[in-house]
């Protein structure tokens, strides 16, 4: 019995002695944080690291505290990419690249409590992504030796960093788009941590705590969507999007919204877009003008839908290699734009490339046909007798043909057949609607380019110069545009009497424009009474007081209006009353004894726009 108790206190005494060698000393500890610290080494640091005595914690614990306080610079990271990736054995490589990815983490942890209020504008900005594309490597397990166990243990590593900065971190949280940028590429790397297998989408989409619309993409879709908005409508509008431009998604795993410049480590491809505010498109920034009134949609889905479809053409160039020639000649942004319009408004792309193919311009038409061929290449099954159909905004094509380069030639979009014809060369030297030639008259969504002149005349309407140096336009309609160069310009009509009454639809873009009542020439600009409207989210609406000799007087409160492109005014003078109704807004005023008469008119300030269509002017 006592031999029994003596041989248990024996092995009693070489558990214990072994559970003290599997700590690490202070020693060996600082040993490591020096290595670390002098970028040294690397062979020690695995031997110390990946010793088979200790457990993942403490090997991780050894690893966060070398990293403490250290800057996490590209000579660094390259030292721990030797460190896991250098020699050893292959069986220490899972340790090792699982307790530095955990202690690349927790130096990220530490860099986000330090900088609570000021991320976007840290330098350590640049340590958080260095050390993010890093995890990624090791997570996706393009690294050799990284195993499944290994990537395991970086997507649980990721995921815990994710939940512990959370309001930095969801997805669904809004944040700068810097910072968007490196959670994006958090994100992906935990998706590419998670086994494949028919659970894959849903237990990253459980790992990274989405909800809604972001979570159906992923689930469904099998596409990460992320941006800095955090908003189910962004995502709503990417998957809309993609319904045209299925090409963009094709081996990608993930879209990005925010800088299309913007890089990803990641084990497929992750799509980049530009963003823009969520403000009306205006002629500035609109593909269509000013042959075209911009698409009704925001600058940030034009933004989206560009970047969108440089991937979808790019894209649709690997799949038909006959494309690339012409595409690279014709420039690929420029056929990507092409694309992109298309897939949001068609018919008035169509009609713009045409207006412009008219005045001699060829190339839109070429890029029409570029873009049309590009997105066939990942046209969906349709029925058989739509033959070739392509989805686009507002419109499908169908019985698209294609040239043996894959460039449209023909195709039929809301009832009518559109035919290119190209010399040898490519360059396109016809255009048919239904057998016969283009003309003006065909297309309802191009307007007339303003010119500065006297005066303006079409559809039944005659405008003239009231006061500065305008540039107008009268078209079908009735259509009247008016481009300011400064805050006198205006061009009036007459009016039926001094009671009148102006109805019409009006966009405004670039800057405050509007309609003019009781308009006369002054001794600097014009005098009358001036419903000003001021684009922008939201709109504003004024009336305004002009005395003719350059100042504007406010004769109402400023008000706001509902986010719209477009707005309907009706404009209403009965002696000295006036009644001004923009959508559901009313403004009223009382006119002075000097604003008994006048004309009406249309202003504009410098380098704004202003566009009425349905212009109608009549008694009140």
């Known amino acids: 019995m006592r031999r029994a108790l003596l041989a248990l206190a024996t092995v009693a005494g070489l558990c214990s002695a072994a559970d003290a060698r599997a700590s690490l000393t202070t020693s060996e500890t600082e040993q490591i944080r020096g290595f670390v610290a002098s970028e040294t080494h690397a062979d020690r640091v695995r031997a110390l690291v990946a010793r088979p005595d200790l457990s993942a914690d403490e090997s991780a614990a050894a690893m966060t505290a070398a990293l403490a306080g250290t800057v996490l610079d590209a000579p660094r990271m390259a030292f721990l990419g030797e460190v896991v990736q250098g020699g050893g054995s292959a069986a220490s490589r899972p340790v090792l690249v699982v307790a530095t990815v955990r202690a690349v983490l927790a130096r990220a942890d530490a860099i986000y409590a330090q900088h609570p209020a000021d991320l976007e504008r840290s330098p350590a900005l640049g340590e958080i992504a260095r050390g993010y594309v890093f995890v990624a490597g090791e997570a996706s397990g393009a690294d050799a030796g990284v195993d499944a166990t290994a990537r395991a243990g970086c997507g649980k590593a990721i995921a815990d960093h994710l939940a512990r900065n959370a309001s930095l971190l969801k997805l669904d949280v809004a944040v700068p788009v810097q910072v968007a940028h490196l959670r994006a590429q958090a994100s992906v790397a ?17 790992r990274l705590g989405l909800t809604g619309a972001r979570r159906a993409a992923l689930v469904e879709l099998g596409l990460l969507v992320m941006d800095a908005t955090g908003a ?236 500065g140096a305008p540039r107008a336009a009268v078209s079908a309609g009735p259509r009247v545009r008016v481009v300011g160069s400064s805050v006198s310009d205006a061009v009036s009509a007459p009016a039926p009497g001094d009671d009148v009454a102006v109805e019409a639809d009006v966009r405004i873009d670039g800057g405050p424009a509007g309609v003019v009542l009781r308009a006369l020439p002054g001794t600097t600009g014009f005098k009358g009474l001036s419903l000003l409207l001021v684009p922008g989210a939201p709109a504003h609406a004024v009336l305004l007081t002009a005395d003719g000799a350059g100042a504007d007087l406010a004769a109402s409160p400023v008000v706001e209006l509902a986010a719209s492109p477009t707005h309907h005014v009706r404009l209403a003078v009965r002696g000295a009353r006036v009644d001004a109704r923009i959508d559901a807004v009313t403004l009223t005023t009382t006119l002075s004894a000097d604003l008994a008469h006048g004309d009406v008119a249309l202003r504009a300030y410098p380098g704004a726009a202003i566009e009425a269509t349905g212009w109608r002017v009549g008694k009140p």
């Open 190 to 206: 935990l998706l590419d941590a998670m086994p494949d297998g028919p659970m894959r989408r849903v237990d990253a989409a459980d």
């Open 232 to 467: 189910d409508a962004r995502v709503t509008e990417v998957r809309s999007l993609l319904d045209r431009l299925p090409g963009a998604r094709d081996g990608a795993e993930a879209v990005f919204v925010g800088d299309t410049q913007a890089l990803f480590r990641a084990r497929a491809a992750v799509v980049s877009t530009d963003d823009a505010p969520p403000a009306p498109l205006g002629d500035a920034a609109s593909p269509w003008a000013p042959e075209g009134a911009p698409a009704e949609v925001p600058a940030s889905t034009l933004a989206v839908a560009r970047g969108l479809a440089v991937a979808a053409v790019r894209r649709a160039l690997d799949r038909r290699p006959t494309l690339r020639a012409r595409v690279e000649h014709d420039g690929l942004a420029a056929v990507a734009t092409t694309a992109a319009m298309l897939v949001l408004d068609a018919p008035r792309t169509l009609d713009v490339a045409a207006a412009r193919f008219l005045t001699g311009k060829r190339d839109t038409l070429a890029l029409v046909a570029d873009a049309l061929g590009a997105l066939a290449a990942f046209a969906p099954q349709g029925p058989v007798a739509d033959g070739l159909a392509v989805p686009l905004g507002h419109a499908r094509a169908t019985h698209v043909s294609l040239d043996p380069a894959g460039i449209a030639t023909s195709f039929r979009l809301d009832a009518h057949l559109w035919r290119l014809e190209h010399d040898d060369a490519g360059a396109i030297t016809a255009l048919h609607r239904d057998g016969a030639p283009v003309v003006a008259s065909m297309l309802p969504a191009a307007r007339v380019v303003p010119t500065e002149a006297e005066s303006w005349t079409g559809s039944g309407l005659v405008f003239a110069r009231l006061s």
